[in-house]
């Protein structure tokens, strides 16, 4: 036992917090379909044709662009939480890290990545 | 360690870096018709190698002990726990320094020279073979710097062999030396009129001492053998051990500091050193051992230094361009020998028996060499045969123990000699410009032959400076005071006086003759008139020959004060006993006899005069026999160098074509082809044939053989079928991989 | 408060590293400044990246020499003899690899200067392999290594050969990654640490985690195995050689393969010595098929890359048997000198032998057949030389390094024997393996001489270069092998 049980624990509520209110909506909720109902929402525009279709290639590097900065702020958190602690060469390393992706990002930019063609 | 000794593996690299210049750009360097950058690399190449020696020289001032300096391991096989390691590793000492200056700085002067001769020589070549003047072009720019890098080769050949601290490192440079030798003595191999005659000779040059290099080799596998090691140092350290104390002591005593400075010492452990020395079967004493080493080794000395009885090669390696002869046949690579006897001073104070053979082989050569040199009317080959003579008086010297006047002749004679030979290519190089001047008058004929003598006369009026240089040299080879030549002599016959009469009654006589072919050759060639329209029309050589001759003949005057027998003045010897254990070097006093100076000089003098009386004073007329000739047979004799060549043909060469042709056609032919192969295989085959075919008929045996054949091929496809293209057959194979290993691993830990 | 990991960066260790990374982040940005007809400039200014990089190393030579080794970022990464000896042979085939793709790639029209910043990547991620002392260093430098080539090898992306061979690559090597992550965990799991030494020490005292951390090593050896192009975890290799341009194929065989080896020794001597047993049986097994497998199967192979990639599997079945014989510790540091000479040696035969093939190769992909070598020896008299060479070479000829590696390899083997008998099998399969391997090299030299044919070929500067120095290096290995192998057995890691 010890903290293994409250991960267990952990791991059970988390699985019913969203369990709840999907079973609640079920249960609760009226069911009147008619087609619009069915349709398929996308931005507020109505989808034409099928949905298994090709998407544009850009949507992936917009997606992966902006994983850039994703991750860049999952990094950067810590280290801005340490920062009074930390001596010269943790700024300078973080310094690094950030030129790194800035110099991806401007490397995306020339090559025309963020275009919508 | 002085940190200039560090800059010694320079020496060898200069040249080499010239060479490899001279063999990818040389092409590219000749520019046009009369360019000289690839000789002015390699001279230039040359001359910092010479700075090298000299900063060599100037270190070991401070540490006249000298040093091993390491510069790479070579190779190093180990099995276990034995280790033969053979390392690169300079040897800086006296003697080497000695070596390497007259190396590259008399080599340096040679290459300077050889600018102006290779350019003359090539066109003499491309006229030869009247060719256009594009085609002229051409061949000067594949030859002048291909002349070049093998020059620079040799340099760093030679520098290999007197720097390397170990037998090894130093046959390499024995063989490369030899290498480049071959090369150049058949430089003009494809002359069209003499063309394989220079092959030839450099094919004899190279066979020859293929025979000396059996001794050498045997003699190193013997070292290696009995000490274990093939460095120099550790050979003589161990070599006196073995000689003054018990076996068995030495091995103690010296066991500590074997093992720490050589890991040979396990390998020696088996098989060395104890008592007698043991070949498996047979068992000799330490005494027969080394005079087994030491007399291999004079083999090989005899073929590089061209002593008896394998001189014969040297005179036709007088087929190679002129500074070639000067270079490697007079100055430097012959004089290989006696370097080598003196570095192993130590093994051959061991076997006295040995230095004796030395000796007599050397005074021999002496003069056998000086009396052939008499009769011959090539002015290259009596200098080639004064090469010998001198080269006996050498090794007679090292022989007798006398190292330093052996080096310190060695030194004198590199200088006069090489003058010599330089200034009778500046000798046939003007003839040469004559015979064309005159040739294209119609004069002249192709079988006109600019090397002999009696084309010539009268050239002091022509040439000037040559006929001074030449002079010089030919009085200090004559040995007159006080010139370099005297002084070297002269200790070499003090040296013998003292040890060996006999000995030093063959130099004397030999001397006498030196001085009389010097002095018969030079009233032949520059005195009295021109014998032929080329001589007349001779002239003297472009500055860039005559310069170095000059520096030469400068040295060749003063060279004797390196090693004045007075006193503080005998620089050479006190130089040389930091790094030859045995050189005697005599007391106050004892260095000169003016018994022995007297007679000598009188003796020159003599010869001189008698040339004179008989050339000098009735000049050879065109188309007059040799006065010589009233001796009859003796001068036929003399001339045809004692029928050594012959004999060799008849005593070696014919019995063994005998020998080959018998094998050849009786046992070959006659016997293994016409009836062993032809009557008996063949019908015992066609009978067999008969009977075995059958199952070959049926296809049994191709079907076995192609079955084999078919195995291998088809597993091959088979294997390659594994191979889909699919990526999930793939990722199948890696996880059946994992599975497999997952699984032996678990099974095999918990077997256990 | 100080943060204690920040203590020991040492970053004057690892120069060489920061060098090219430096200037690989500095040249793509640049890259973007050169117009597409001058894109020859970033593959200079690569060049230069990398010569710096040699040049840091040339003083990290003496300097290692003289200390041993040294950690740094407290421990992560060991810079020793063995590293800076491997990271000479990466910086090598680094430059090879850019003077190939020189007029290669303008060639084929796919030239774009990312090539080159990808190499100097892909040479980063090979770099920090040998380095690594702990698990996640070696996993993230594969990864480095990894990627990069994944993209080189689709490089010629026109072609459907190189997409696929880029694609089937990036699958199965992240399979195989996976495999490696998952034997990190259960090591972790194991022993509770990743650091190389950790783990050694942690096998040694606790016995109770034995299984896991066991399994954890058999799971390392895929991954690594996968790199280095090992039987059964080989597949790959042929399609990916065939398919990627041919200067990513002569760089990836040469250094991918290298990196490979060095994680895979450092990680085993340094980390499993106690249980040294069983993976030396189990890599003496895997050298063994893979000997079989790459020799046998490359007799039936008539293009030259596809016949190079099985080659380059053979060759990785001589090196194992070097590893598996690393088993035994008193002969480890011959063992170890005898991989890294042989690494050195394949090297510089194999990059030779591409770049004939990339000198032969036409400018729409075709020429990879053998039968196109026909007539070399008459048009092309040096370069054909020097196929011949580096065929012999492969082979194991004399005077030729190819020739002193395996000898050096067998040597080690035999010597392993007494620990492990089932070696001396391996080594005669070895033997065997070579003399059939005969067969297919010798048969290049036989169509380059005997064959007629037009034997077209374009050997730019460059190419000459390369071949020039491969050759020269080959012949120098085969001659006096004496001061490298001492190097390189010096290079062992302590």
Excluded at chain 2, 615 to 635: C, H, I, N, S, W
Excluded at chain 3, 393 to 399: D, K, N, Q, V
Excluded at chain 3, 408 to 414: G, M
């Amino acid at each position: 036992m010890g903290e293994w049980t409250f991960i267990a624990l952990l791991f059970i509520i988390s699985l019913i917090l969203p369990a709840v209110p999907i079973i609640a909506g079920r249960l609760l909720g009226p069911r009147k379909p008619n087609p619009l109902k069915n349709s398929t929402y996308e931005c507020g525009v109505e989808t034409v044709g099928d949905t298994w279709v090709q998407f544009k290639v850009q949507y992936y590097i917009f997606a992966l662009v902006f994983l850039i900065f994703d991750i860049e702020v999952v990094f950067l958190y810590p280290w801005a939480v340490a920062y009074h602690q930390l001596p010269l060469f943790g700024v300078v390393a973080g310094i690094v890290f950030i030129v790194t992706l800035a110099e991806a990002l401007i490397y995306a930019w020339r090559k025309g990545a963020l275009e919508w063609v | 360690m002085n940190s200039l000794f560090s800059l010694i593996p320079l020496v060898v690299f200069f040249p080499l870096l010239g060479m490899l210049i001279n063999i990818f750009f040389g092409r590219m360097l000749m520019a046009d018709e009369n360019s000289k950058a690839p000789g002015v690399i390699a001279s230039l190449m040359a001359g910092l190698s010479f700075v090298i020696a000299v900063l060599m020289f100037v270190a070991l001032l401070g540490e006249p002990e000298g040093v091993e300096v390491p510069f790479m391991t070579w190779f190093s096989i180990s099995a276990g726990s034995r280790t033969l390691s053979i390392p690169w590793t300079f040897k800086v000492d006296t003697l080497s320094s000695v070596m390497m200056l007259v190396v590259t700085g008399v080599g340096t002067l040679i290459h300077i020279y050889a600018i102006g001769y290779m350019h003359g020589d090539i066109d003499e070549q491309a006229s030869k073979r009247g060719l256009s003047s594009d085609e002229a072009f051409d061949l000067k720019r594949r030859r002048f710097p291909r002349f070049f890098a093998y020059f620079n080769l040799f340099l760093a050949s030679m520098l290999i062999l007197v720097t390397g601290s170990n037998y090894l490192v130093m046959f390499v440079g024995w063989e490369l030396v030899g290498l480049c030798s071959y090369l150049l003595i058949g430089f003009w191999f494809d002359d069209p009129i003499v063309g394989i005659y220079n092959s030839m000779a450099g094919r004899k040059a190279f066979v020859v001492n293929r025979i000396g290099d059996f001794g050498m080799v045997m003699a190193l596998m013997l070292i290696f053998w009995t000490f274990g090691t093939l460095q120099f140092d550790d050979v003589f350290a161990r070599a006196e051990c073995m000689r003054t104390a018990s076996q068995f002591e030495c091995l103690a005593v010296d066991a500590a500091q074997m093992v720490e400075t050589s890991p040979n010492f396990s390998l020696m452990f088996g098989f060395g050193l104890l008592q007698p020395i043991s070949f498996g079967a047979i068992t000799l004493s330490f005494q027969t051992v080394m005079i087994a080493i030491t007399l291999l080794l004079l083999l090989g000395a005899t073929g590089k230094s061209a002593q008896i009885p394998l001189f014969v090669w040297l005179p036709d390696a007088m087929a190679g361009p002129m500074p070639v002869s000067a270079l490697i046949h007079a100055a430097t690579m012959v004089t290989a020998g006696i370097y080598m006897i003196t570095r192993s001073n130590v093994l051959y104070a061991m076997a006295p028996f040995s230095a004796d053979t030395v000796a007599i082989i050397g005074a021999a050569t002496a003069l056998v060499a000086a009396t052939i040199a008499v009769a011959q009317f090539d002015i290259k080959r009596v200098l080639a045969y004064s090469t010998i003579s001198q080269l006996g008086f050498m090794i007679a010297a090292v022989g007798l123990g006398g190292y330093v006047a052996g080096i310190f002749h060695l030194a004198t004679h590199a200088f006069f000699k090489a003058l010599l030979f330089l200034s009778a290519g500046s000798v046939i190089h003007g003839i040469e410009h004559g015979h064309h001047a005159t040739a294209h008058k119609g004069h002249g004929d192709h079988a006109f032959d600019p090397q002999d003598m009696r084309n010539m006369g009268g050239l002091r009026k022509h040439m000037p400076t040559t006929i001074v240089v030449y002079i010089v040299g030919a009085l200090a080879l004559a040995g007159i005071p006080p010139l370099a030549g005297f002084w070297s002599k002269d200790e070499i016959l003090l040296d013998a006086s003292k040890h060996d009469p006999l000995i030093y009654i063959l130099l004397t006589i030999a001397a006498f003759f030196t001085a009389f072919y010097m002095g018969r050759q030079v009233w032949m060639v520059f005195f009295g008139q021109p014998r032929t329209e080329a001589a007349a029309h001779a002239h003297e050589s472009p500055p860039v020959m005559t310069t170095p001759l000059i520096i030469l003949a400068v040295l060749a005057s003063i060279g004797g004060l390196m090693n004045l027998p007075f006193g503080r003045l005998h620089f050479l010897a006190e130089w040389l006993r930091e790094s030859v254990a045995y050189a005697h070097v005599p007391a106050a006093g004892e260095g000169f006899s003016i018994t022995v100076a007297v007679i000598s000089t009188v003796l020159a003098l003599a010869a001189i005069a008698l040339s004179y009386i008989i050339y000098g004073t009735k000049p050879l007329q065109e188309g007059q026999a040799d006065p010589l000739r009233v001796a009859g047979p003796l001068f036929t004799f003399l001339n045809r160098k004692w029928y050594w060549d012959e004999a060799y043909e008849a005593v070696f060469i014919r019995p063994f074509k005998c020998l080959a042709n018998w094998l050849a056609f009786t046992i070959d032919w006659r016997f293994w082809h016409d009836f062993v192969h032809d009557s008996v295989i063949i019908q015992f085959f066609d009978g067999w044939a008969a009977i075995l075919s059958r199952p070959v008929d049926m296809g049994i045996v191709d079907g076995a053989v192609n079955g084999i054949g078919r195995l291998v091929a088809g597993a091959s496809s088979r294997l390659r079928r594994t191979q889909t293209g699919y990526v999930r057959n793939y990722a199948l194979a890696v996880a059946l991989g994992v599975v497999a290993i997952v699984a032996y691993l678990l099974i095999r830990f918990f077997a256990n | 408060m100080q943060l204690p990991i920040l203590e020991s960066i040492n970053l004057m260790a690892v120069l060489p590293v920061l060098i090219i990374a430096g200037w690989a982040c500095v040249l793509l940005v640049f890259d973007l400044l050169i117009p597409r007809s001058r894109k020859h400039w970033t593959a200079w200014l690569a060049l230069v990246g990398l010569l710096g990089a040699a040049v840091a190393l040339f003083f990290q030579i003496g300097h290692f020499a003289r200390l041993g080794s040294e950690a740094a970022f407290d421990g992560m990464v060991t810079v020793d003899g063995f590293s800076i000896f491997l990271q000479v042979v990466f910086v090598l085939t680094a430059i090879v690899g850019v003077l190939l793709a020189l007029d290669y790639l303008p060639r084929h029209g796919i030239e774009r200067g990312e090539y080159y910043v990808l190499l100097l990547f892909t040479t980063i991620g090979m770099m920090i392999m040998s380095m690594a002392a702990d698990l996640i260093v070696v996993f993230v430098a594969l990864e480095l290594l990894s990627i990069p080539l994944y993209i080189l090898s689709g490089f010629a992306g026109m072609r459907e050969t190189s997409e696929e061979a880029a694609l089937k690559y990036f699958l199965l090597g992240a399979f195989a990654s996976s495999f490696l992550v998952y034997g990190i965990a259960l090591t972790y799991g194991g022993t509770g640490t990743t650091r190389l030494t950790g783990i050694a020490q942690a096998v040694t005292s606790d016995a109770l985690n034995l299984p896991l951390t066991t399994v954890g090593m058999g799971l390392l050896l895929v991954g690594l195995g996968f790199k280095v192009a090992a039987v059964p975890f080989h597949m790959w290799t042929p399609d990916v050689y065939q398919g990627a341009p041919t200067p990513v194929t002569a760089f990836m065989s040469v250094g991918a393969k290298a990196g490979g080896f060095a994680a895979l020794i450092r990680v085993l001597v340094t980390a499993f010595p106690a249980i040294a047993s069983e993976w030396g049986t189990l890599i003496a097994v895997i050298a063994g098929l893979t000997m079989l497998l790459g020799n046998i199967v490359a007799i039936s192979q008539s293009n030259i890359k596809r016949m190079l990639a099985y080659s380059s599997i053979a060759h990785a079945g001589y090196i194992l048997l070097a590893v598996a014989a690393a088993q035994r510790s008193e002969n480890a540091s011959f063992a170890i000198g005898a991989v890294v000479f042989y690494l050195l040696a394949y090297a510089l035969t194999n990059l030779g032998a591409f770049t004939v093939a990339i000198a032969v190769e036409r400018d729409d992909g075709t020429g990879t057949e053998i039968d196109d070598f026909a007539g070399l020896g008459k048009t092309r008299p040096w370069m054909a030389l020097a196929m011949a060479l580096f065929m012999l070479s492969l082979t194991g000829m004399p005077i030729s390094g190819g020739l002193v590696g395996k000898v050096f390899v067998f040597q080690a083997a035999l010597q392993a024997v007494p620990g492990d008998p089932l070696l001396l099998a391996v080594v005669i399969i070895g033997v065997l393996t070579s003399v059939v391997s005969a067969f297919y090299y010798l048969k290049v030299i036989m169509v380059m001489y005997m064959r007629e044919g037009e034997g077209k070929a374009v050997l730019p500067l460059a190419l000459k270069t390369v071949l020039a120095a491969t050759a020269f290096g080959t012949l120098v290995l085969g001659i006096i092998p004496g001061p490298v192998f001492q190097m390189a057995q010096r290079a062992m890691l302590k």
